[in-house]
Every structure is written in structure tokens, then in C-alpha cells.
């Protein structure tokens, strides 16, 4: 009998150690935060699959996927036609929620710090070296600002939060055209760390420091962030309907460019201006066991109930019409 219901127990962990199924994925710190939160709630009903993911950066995220070594990747920034011709497999860009490159600082300053692009360009590139210098004044000029040197923080790995906030700054400052991507050129001086909560970390530990990261870090950091001019010379904070208000409208041209479409400085209303998708990154041809849980993931992931999930810890949710046809693409992913 003891000898039965062991052979019954061994042979129960064997069925169950060869039903779950491990997906591994790696990439953008941006998008960390909503994976680590949404396969916590999407193992919890479907415990068939294992799903790993490490916040790596979104470009050795890509790197990864392109040598097979992880299953998905994350990122901010779509893939370079270099970077997909080098993939075994086309690669479909699911946007699954959009989010907020804030410009966040520690500084003591009392009230909300406001700042243009052209401003915040020169801060970046080394030009303004101080808090109270007459270009920030200007903008803010009822606000006591400190007469103490700028420490500028920057990403010191491949970046999708990088892309995005150079990107903006290719926009806004001719002598940044042509400077963007995941890893930038920073000015001799400015410090740098690996991922968004590499620095975050450097804003809370130096006084007069100014950095980019996701709003999910200023938020769980406490730090301070700008609000940003738009094209309409609005200052704007980031907030969920803002980053989603850069998305209105844009169905067709998302189609037309299989998702890999840019939202930075959006000339929409109560937009703000540092927005981006974030992607999933997948193969259109999967073998059929890991695939099917891929699958299963991602078109949850743009469901109601995920997206909503998504908007209570500060990231936006992705328009329903671009939803509904990152589905489809989905739905003819080749399980093989």
C-alpha cells in the first residue's frame, strides 16, 4: 500500500514537472514593473507555464532573442532592420502599454518645476550647469530655485527609456538630430547606471541631480519630476490619460507600420510629450508547447482586465482600435 502511494506520488510530480511549461523573457526596465505585476495575476489562473523575466535593458533584451537564448524580449524601442534581419524568425511588435519617460531631479525646490525641450536639451547635453541658471528661471518664475550645480544621470546600458527620451530630444533640439538610440554619447561629467532603477537610484543619492526615468520609478522613489511644454505651450505632468492622450488617433499609421510607431512629442491636446509604447517582442513562428503560452499571455495582456491592472500602478493603457489589431496579428502567430 505504502509502496503504491509512493509510486502514485512520484509519478503525479513527474506529470506535473513535465505539464509546466518555462518561459523566459528579458529586456526593457521600462516595462519590468507590469510584467513582474501581470504574470504574478496571470500564473495564478493559468499555472500551466513558469514565466521568468529579467530587466536587463531593452537592448540586450533584443540581443537575447536574436541568439535564442529567451523566449519574448521587452522593449521601448523597435527593432533596428539590422537587428531583425539577424533574427531566425520575423519578429511581431505587440504594443502592450504605453508609458512616461519623466525628467526627475533632487533638487530643493518647492512648487512644480516646469521645463521646455530646448531647456532640458541643454541640461542634458552639459550646456546648463546650474539650478537657478536665467533659461530655467524663465520658465519658472515663481519658484525659488537653488543656486547649486546640475548632476546630470543618464542610462549607462542599452536603453529603450534612452531611445524614447533621446528621441524626444532629436525632436525638440537640432543639435541632438541624428544623436538618439538606445545607447547616447553623453557629455564628459554625467553619471551612469544600468537600468531605470540604476537611475533612480543616483537621483536620490545626489543632491542636484537630474535624470530621465519611467514614471513607475519617480513614483516608487519619490522623486519629483517636471512637467514638460508641449507643442501648444502647455505644461504638462505625466499621468495616465496624458501618455494616453498621445496615442488618439493614430490606428491607421500603427497598422501600417506593424506597431513600431513613435508618440514623442505628440502634437495631440494634453498630450505629453515624452510617451511611448512599450513592446512585446515575439516570433510569428513558435514551436506549438511554449507558443501556445505566448499566445495565451499576450492576448491577455491586451485584455480589459490586464490593462486596467496596467493603469493602477501608473502605466496607460493601450487604445482599444490598436488593440484589437495587435490581436489579429496575434491570432496568426504559426505554433509549429
Not at 104 to 131: E, H, R, V
Not at 164 to 184: A, H, Q, R
Amino acid at each position: 500500500m505504502i509502496r503504491s502511494l509512493i509510486l502514485t506520488a512520484v509519478l503525479f510530480v513527474s506529470a506535473t514537472s513535465q505539464a509546466a511549461v518555462t518561459i523566459n523573457g528579458s529586456g526593457s526596465t521600462f516595462a519590468e514593473p507590469i510584467y513582474t505585476r501581470w504574470f504574478s495575476d496571470f500564473q495564478k489562473k493559468n499555472p500551466g507555464a513558469q514565466f521568468n523575466y529579467q530587466g536587463v535593458g531593452s537592448g540586450a533584451g533584443i540581443k537575447q532573442l536574436i541568439e535564442g537564448t529567451v523566449d519574448f524580449a521587452g522593449s521601448d524601442d523597435p527593432m533596428k532592420a539590422e537587428d531583425a534581419a539577424k533574427a531566425k524568425e520575423t519578429v511581431l511588435h505587440v504594443p502592450i502599454a504605453m508609458g512616461a519617460v519623466v525628467v526627475s531631479y533632487n533638487a530643493p525646490i518647492t512648487g512644480t518645476l516646469q521645463l521646455d525641450g530646448k531647456t532640458i536639451a541643454d541640461m542634458f547635453s552639459g550646456k546648463i550647469t546650474k539650478w537657478n541658471d536665467a533659461a530655467i528661471a524663465k520658465l519658472n518664475p515663481k519658484l525659488k530655485l537653488p543656486d547649486l550645480a546640475i548632476v546630470v544621470a543618464t542610462r549607462s546600458d542599452g536603453s529603450g527609456t534612452t531611445a524614447v527620451f533621446s528621441e524626444y530630444l532629436s525632436k525638440v533640439s537640432p543639435e541632438w538630430v541624428g544623436k538618439n538610440g538606445k545607447t547616447v554619447k553623453w557629455f564628459t561629467g554625467s553619471l551612469g547606471a544600468k537600468g531605470n532603477a540604476g537611475v533612480a537610484g543616483l537621483i536620490k543619492q545626489n543632491p542636484g541631480t537630474v535624470g530621465y526615468v519611467e514614471l513607475v520609478y519617480a513614483k516608487e522613489n519619490n522623486l519629483p519630476y517636471a512637467t514638460v511644454q508641449n507643442k501648444d505651450g502647455k505644461f504638462i505632468e505625466a499621468t495616465n490619460a496624458s501618455v494616453s492622450a498621445a496615442a488618439e488617433g493614430i490606428k491607421k499609421e500603427a497598422v501600417e507600420s506593424n506597431f513600431k510607431i513613435s508618440i514623442t512629442d505628440s502634437a495631440h491636446k494634453g498630450a505629453y510629450p515624452i510617451s511611448s509604447f512599450t513592446w512585446m517582442l515575439v516570433f510569428e513562428k513558435m514551436p506549438k508547447e511554449k507558443g501556445t503560452e505566448i499566445v495565451k499571455f499576450s492576448t491577455w495582456a491586451l485584455s480589459e482586465e490586464a490593462q486596467k491592472i496596467a493603469g493602477s500602478i501608473n502605466y496607460s493603457p493601450v487604445p482599444k482600435e490598436i488593440r484589437a489589431e495587435a490581436l489579429k496579428a496575434i491570432a496568426k502567430i504559426k505554433l509549429q
